[in-house]
């Protein structure tokens, strides 16, 4: 059964109010008149244009450039022009205060674990497969996908994160991933939906189910998600992936494994860690334009091995940008921006005598940071012609980073104070698709006292069914890494 938004939202079927649990639908919203109300956003027409004003412009466009202090003219979900003083009789928001620049783009992260985030900060790779793809995934219910898919979404939002690659391995059932993909496309945030395997079982329909997801959910070129294959290191499945026409992202940090599919490689493929590949290996992912994403927290945190970002670029790959998991890592992207950098010109120092093949590996700037963090993820989510930079005639994917606040001011170089200054606390608005998801500092439509109630809910739900005792300082998760 095919389940709208509005009705999904409104508890109009069966499967929201009875599967999905009562209660779920109508948590964007405010409903309580009497509840204090956050800054109200000017109300806007879909088509509107909109004049964002005065602004510190980091457009991640060579041909756009950036500006000390320029505008931006959207007119509704495109950005229409940029440049200084811009003529316009409509809607005016004073950027002046403010860096505006293209929304960050993650290209993996596991949303469905949005109600246990946090639940295992001191755990390796092996108690991350034991505890949460083991044990939890095992009692996730449908509603559960949902609010965790939703709560995440909205939490990438709240930190400035436009764009996200959701890697959904918790197709348990068709009505897990159903509820996963209802819950990334309530919270309105520009996704790519990559389906993945969950606990097997006999409701487990992967990979196969990928063509009645296809044909249930993206029909449209222009919508805000779009479809994937969280594959395994498998032929069969990649080309089923082609096969329905969607890209192939997948989790490689084995030693030689990619050597058996050397020529499966292509650009419509992202590689996730990377780790431990051979040179052989990295050599096939240049040649064939192969994709990479690294998530250095939590691979340095887990074990999977030294984030390979000098390698990456040592073979002429740039990577991008993912957070991965919440269960031990924070969801925004300055924490990601931070990694990279101080990680990457650490490995560039500690480089001896170059290669004689290999040039040596000039150390990052931060500008470049914020390029992977943002053009980089829009690549290798297949999105750079819609998102990614400001440019005219893209999705008006945006976000004002407040320059007045006491942690940035002075901002002597805009670029710095992005990636080593400024933090969640910084991101006043952004827009997605042209439309005002967050502003001065709220979240818009969200019912975040409902959201929270529920997601406790569902969070109680999975610690009681996966046998994790509540300890005295209130934490759930049994002896990880000791």
């Known amino acids: 059964m095919k389940i709208s938004r509005r009705n999904f939202l409104s508890g109009g079927t069966g499967l929201a109010a009875g599967v999905f649990a009562p209660g779920l639908s109508g948590l964007l919203g405010k409903t309580d008149e009497s509840a204090s109300r956050p800054p109200t956003p000017p109300n806007l027409d879909p088509d509107a244009t909109i004049l964002l004003k005065g602004g510190t412009i980091l457009s991640m466009d060579d041909d756009v450039g950036d500006f000390e202090s320029a505008d931006i003219l959207i007119q509704?979900?495109?950005?229409?022009?940029?440049?200084?003083?811009?003529?316009?009789?409509?809607?005016?928001?004073?950027?002046?205060?403010?860096?505006?620049?293209?929304?960050?783009?993650?290209?993996?992260?596991?949303?469905?674990?949005?109600?246990?985030?946090?639940?295992?900060?001191?755990?390796?790779?092996?108690?991350?497969?034991?505890?949460?793809?083991?044990?939890?995934?095992?009692?996730?219910?449908?509603?559960?996908?949902?609010?965790?898919?939703?709560v995440s979404a909205l939490g990438a939002i709240d930190a400035g994160v436009t764009t996200v690659l959701d890697w959904?391995?918790?197709?348990?059932?068709?009505?897990?991933?159903?509820?996963?993909?209802?819950?990334?496309?309530?919270?309105?945030?520009?996704?790519?939906?990559a389906y993945g395997v969950g606990t097997p079982g006999?409701?487990?329909?992967?990979?196969?189910?990928?063509?009645?997801?296809?044909?249930?959910?993206?029909?449209?070129?222009?919508?805000?998600?779009?479809?994937?294959?969280?594959?395994?290191?498998?032929?069969?499945?990649?080309?089923?992936?082609?096969?329905?026409?969607?890209?192939?992202?997948?989790?490689?940090?084995?030693?030689?494994?990619?050597?058996p599919l050397a020529d499966e490689l292509g650009p419509d493929v992202t590689c996730i860690h990377c780790a431990n590949l051979l040179d052989d290996e990295w050599q096939l992912l240049a040649d064939s334009g192969t994709s990479v994403s690294i998530a250095a927290p939590i691979e340095m945190q887990m074990g999977h091995g030294t984030p390979p970002i000098l390698k990456a670029q040592s073979f002429g790959i740039k990577p991008s940008i993912s957070v991965d998991v919440e269960t031990q890592m924070p969801g925004d992207f300055f924490t990601q921006m931070r990694s990279f950098f101080s990680l990457q010109r650490l490995q560039v120092q500690q480089q001896g005598d170059p290669e004689r093949d290999r040039p040596r590996v000039p150390m990052m700037s931060v500008r470049d940071v914020v390029e992977l963090a943002t053009m980089q993820g829009a690549r290798d989510n297949g999105l750079d012609k819609v998102t990614g930079s400001l440019t005219p005639g893209k999705k008006a994917d945006i976000i004002l980073l407040r320059k007045n606040r006491i942690n940035v001011t002075p901002v002597n170089n805009p670029y710095g104070a992005v990636v080593l200054g400024m933090d969640t606390g910084n991101v006043d608005t952004v827009f997605i698709n042209g439309v005002i998801k967050k502003w001065k500092g709220t979240l818009v439509d969200v019912d975040f006292d409902r959201i929270r109630s529920e997601?406790?809910?569902?969070?109680?739900?999975?610690?009681?069914?996966?046998?994790?005792?509540?300890?005295?300082?209130?934490?759930?998760?049994?002896?990880?890494?000791?």
């Not at 009645?212 to 994937?228: C, K, P, Q, V, Y």
Request: glycine share 12%; charged share 20%; no cysteine.
């Open 455 to 482: 997601v406790v809910a569902s969070r109680d739900h999975i610690v009681s069914n996966a046998g994790w005792p509540k300890q005295s300082d209130g934490s759930f998760i049994p002896s990880a890494g000791n």
């Open 168 to 193: 959904s391995h918790i197709g348990n059932s068709p009505e897990h991933t159903d509820a996963a993909i209802e819950g990334l496309k309530a919270s309105g945030i520009r996704g790519v939906y």
């Open 202 to 259: 006999e409701r487990n329909r992967f990979p196969d189910d990928i063509r009645r997801i296809r044909n249930g959910f993206f029909h449209s070129e222009d919508a805000m998600l779009t479809l994937a294959l969280a594959a395994g290191i498998n032929a069969g499945q990649w080309k089923l992936a082609r096969d329905v026409g969607v890209r192939i992202t997948v989790h490689v940090n084995g030693t030689g494994d990619l050597l």
């Open 76 to 150: 509704g979900s495109k950005i229409a022009e940029i440049g200084p003083d811009l003529a316009h009789d409509g809607t005016t928001i004073d950027a002046s205060d403010m860096i505006v620049m293209p929304g960050f783009v993650d290209t993996h992260r596991h949303m469905w674990q949005g109600a246990i985030r946090n639940i295992l900060p001191d755990g390796t790779l092996g108690d991350y497969m034991e505890h949460i793809t083991g044990n939890a995934r095992s009692v996730f219910r449908p509603q559960d996908a949902y609010i965790g898919d939703l």
